[in-house]
């Protein structure tokens, strides 16, 4: 499907057939390609088979990167066609296991928000925020609509602001406020018959569009491309023109890091790392029609990565592991 299709344009269930057969070929790609397909289902309204695509992510004898995910995604869908003590019941198990996805946290808490659990939402919401953001001196940039989840669900409360809610009015860069976006006398407007009431809510409904266009353009993070050890000694013994471009491996994590703090600093949210492996490499060079030794394939093979789910969130979160895979705390290592 093209990006530009028009939402009412999609066939739907041949998309999601379509996806599912690319998994097959691909399966190193197969659960961000399968969460695709399962979302096309959902689409259509063929509920059961979304849920039977989640039962056979989740029972793959191969790990899955996100389970936690898989489960909250598997919750909502549940929900929504009557399963609803079997959705509660996976909630619960997510808010347990504590995952370290901000995604799998605004899932289940938008769950029970859409089914007016105002209450319960807001508490997903706060647990997560206080698992992934406590002591975080710049939140990352997927934990925004961790953030913005909650503002909403606690406006609709009429709780008063604390530091969380005055951290998302920060991050949130539209012109009109959180506050005003969130504010729950809006759906009142709609039915008014002063002009200017609904002028303003259009204006609100504009921001709020706005908001949902800016995510939408950046689906993937900007990646920066990491070669392990073993990885790296084999793509330059292979194409020695690479050496210039990677004069070492200690060297190669040093210039990641670098970048990807330049890349911070200079206000680029959403950064990432994807990690090659040469056979990858070589048949992405293939497909191009180019040779694995241009240096100039290596960032479009790193989008290319991110594009498919592949990409580690950056900065990693509080007391994760260090993306080089050194073992140590991010803190301890690349980030001191």
């Not at 059961?48 to 995604?73: F, M, N, Q």
């Not at 909630?91 to 859409?114: H, K, Y």
Request: aromatic share 6%; charged share 25%.
């Amino acid at each position: 499907m093209r990006p530009d299709t028009p939402a009412e344009n999609v066939d739907h269930p041949a998309e999601a057939a379509r996806l599912e057969r690319t998994a097959g070929l691909y399966p190193e790609d197969a659960e961000a390609l399968l969460l695709q397909a399962a979302a096309h289902l959902e689409l259509s309204g063929d509920r059961p088979a979304a849920t039977a695509l989640y039962d056979s992510l989740l029972s793959s004898a191969d790990g899955l990167e996100k389970p936690h995910l898989v489960r909250a995604l598997k919750a909502s869908n549940l929900w929504e066609y009557g399963h609803e003590a079997e959705a509660r019941a996976i909630i619960e198990g997510v808010r347990v296991a504590s995952p370290r996805d901000p995604a799998a946290w605004v899932i289940v808490a938008e769950a029970l928000e859409s089914h007016d659990e105002l209450e319960q939402a807001q508490e997903t919401f706060t647990e997560g925020a206080r698992l992934l953001l406590t002591d975080v001196p710049e939140p990352p940039y997927s934990t925004h609509p961790l953030l913005f989840g909650r503002h909403r669900v606690r406006r609709m409360l009429g709780l008063p602001h604390d530091d969380w809610d005055t951290l998302a009015d920060t991050l949130h860069s539209m012109p009109i406020s959180l506050d005003e976006l969130h504010d729950p006398k809006r759906v009142w407007s709609l039915g008014s018959d002063n002009p200017a009431e609904l002028e303003a809510e259009i204006s609100r409904l504009r921001a709020e569009l706005g908001a949902y266009r800016e995510a939408l353009s950046r689906p993937f993070p900007v990646a920066v491309l990491h070669w392990t050890v073993g990885e790296l000694e084999e793509l330059v013994e292979a194409y020695p023109t690479l050496a210039e471009e990677y004069p070492s491996h200690e060297e190669h994590l040093t210039t990641i890091e670098a970048s990807l703090r330049e890349l911070s600093a200079s206000g680029t949210p959403n950064l990432g790392i994807v990690t090659g492996t040469v056979p990858s490499y070589e048949a992405f060079a293939a497909s191009e029609g180019a040779s694995p030794g241009d240096a100039t394939l290596l960032p479009q093979y790193a989008t290319t990565l991110a594009a498919r789910g592949r990409a580690v969130g950056w900065p990693p979160q509080r007391g994760a592991g260090c993306w080089c895979g050194s073992g140590r705390a991010y803190g301890e290592c690349h980030g001191a």
